[in-house]
């Protein structure tokens, strides 16, 4: 049995990327206190060249750019997700 679990935990060890794509390389950890805020706040901002703001309904590519800055907006025009992508 103890050998099972450790081919196991070997097996799964395989599975974790040193490659594993940075999930603030767009700098989003930063910006996350845009949330809940209304779109009026983004034209008195400076935003990376590639910024997608995300209106519902838009349609989007789903290609991933981890260098990305993408910006949710609800139907009231708040901003309700900052992320990279």
Not at 2 to 16: H, I, K, P
Not at 51 to 66: K, L, Q
Not at 72 to 84: F, K, M, N
């Amino acid at each position: 049995m103890r050998g099972v679990v450790l081919a196991l935990a070997m097996v799964l060890a395989g599975c974790v990327s040193a490659d594993a794509p940075d999930q603030n390389a767009c700098g989003a950890a930063g910006m996350q206190s845009l949330v809940g805020q209304g779109r009026d706040v983004l034209a008195a901002m400076t935003l990376p060249q590639g910024t997608r703001v995300i209106e519902p309904g838009m349609a989007i590519t789903e290609d991933y750019r981890a260098d990305r800055l993408n910006l949710d907006l609800d139907a009231g025009g708040r901003i309700t997700r900052v992320w990279c992508g």
